[in-house]
């Protein structure tokens, strides 16, 4: 398990807009990865109408698990993280429109197909059965953070 504090010295977001609370596990098998959020009202998206994080905010969540899981490869490798994009998000399904507060969310993902840069990874965020489904390509730059 890896906590907040280290896992944001993997990826580019740091402070409110890293939304990750910790990583439970990952694999290098099948490069994949489950890790974990709080929808906490002090964190961004937090909608205090609705006491809850709006659903969409998932594909965030499932961004940068991916990007963490990157950072983690690459720091064992002795590379420096990389900045990456989402190109695009693919076959979005949601459960409920809010997570409600205080709710952990899973997140799952499993890296579907790699081209190059090009990554293709299938998501999942559940909260309490209620389960968000995604289809993520991203592409890693050869920029640092």
């Not at 890790?35 to 006491?51: G, T």
């Not at 429109?97 to 499993?110: H, Q, W």
Request: charged share 30%; aromatic share 10%; hydrophobic share 40%.
């Amino acid at each position: 398990m890896m906590e907040r504090a280290e896992l944001e010295t993997l990826v580019p977001h740091k402070g409110r807009m890293f939304l990750l609370d910790r990583f439970l596990s990952w694999d290098w098998e099948d490069d994949s990865f489950v890790a974990e959020a709080v929808a906490d009202p002090s964190r961004p998206f937090f909608d205090e109408e609705a006491q809850g994080v709006p659903v969409w905010v998932s594909f965030e969540y499932m961004a940068q698990g991916i990007a963490a899981l990157s950072g983690i490869q690459r720091r064992e490798r002795g590379e420096a993280p990389k900045v990456g994009f989402v190109m695009s998000v693919r076959d979005f399904k949601a459960g409920s429109r809010f997570f409600p507060r205080g709710s952990r969310i899973r997140i799952e993902a499993r890296e579907l197909m790699r081209d190059g840069q090009v990554v293709s990874f299938s998501c999942v965020a559940d909260c309490g059965g209620e389960r968000t489904t995604a289809i993520l390509n991203v592409v890693e730059t050869d920029r640092d953070p």
